[in-house]
């Protein structure tokens, strides 16, 4: 076992989470969370369906580039749900969006290099006279 794998271990998915976050940020990609389910409203009175479960966790967009989808599992051991790969099949077959399953920051900075570099550079964009 090497010593990332032995760094990892203990790490929980919500460390993976923050960084991913932290990383999309920094890129200038707007990272939405994907609440799935079914929800009760505060007051009780009505249902509120969000997707179905198994949707990826996060929506990210940009300006410039096309959007994906993003799941994020723990580092050493986090496997996708059945209903995630099912779900994921449809989106990926019927929708034709990018979807990444992320297990830490470093393999989604690997995965927007080549995203962003398929795309080309962003024009330059001037700054608003204030």
């Known amino acids: 076992m090497n010593h990332y794998r032995l760094l990892m271990q203990g790490?929980?998915?919500?460390?993976?989470?923050?960084?991913?976050?932290d990383l999309?940020?920094?890129r200038g990609w707007f990272p939405l969370r994907v609440l799935c389910g079914v929800f009760q409203t505060l007051d009780?009175?009505?249902?509120?369906s969000g997707p179905p479960k198994g949707t990826p966790d996060y929506a990210c967009l940009h300006w410039h580039y096309p959007a994906?989808?993003?799941?994020?599992?723990?580092?050493i051991g986090g496997v996708l749900a059945e209903a995630?790969?099912?779900?994921?099949?449809i989106i990926h077959t019927g929708?034709?969006?990018p979807i990444l399953v992320c297990a830490d920051?470093?393999?989604l900075t690997v995965w927007?290099?080549?995203h962003e570099a398929k795309h080309g550079q962003p024009p330059r964009r001037e700054r608003p006279r204030l």
């Open 11 to 21: 790490v929980p998915e919500s460390a993976t989470v923050r960084a991913c976050l």
């Open 24 to 26: 999309l940020n920094v």
């Open 44 to 48: 009780g009175k009505r249902h509120v």
């Open 68 to 75: 994906f989808l993003l799941e994020t599992k723990r580092p």
């Open 84 to 89: 995630q790969v099912q779900r994921q099949h």
């Open 95 to 97: 929708y034709h969006l």
């Open 105 to 107: 920051a470093h393999e």
């Open 112 to 114: 927007l290099d080549e």
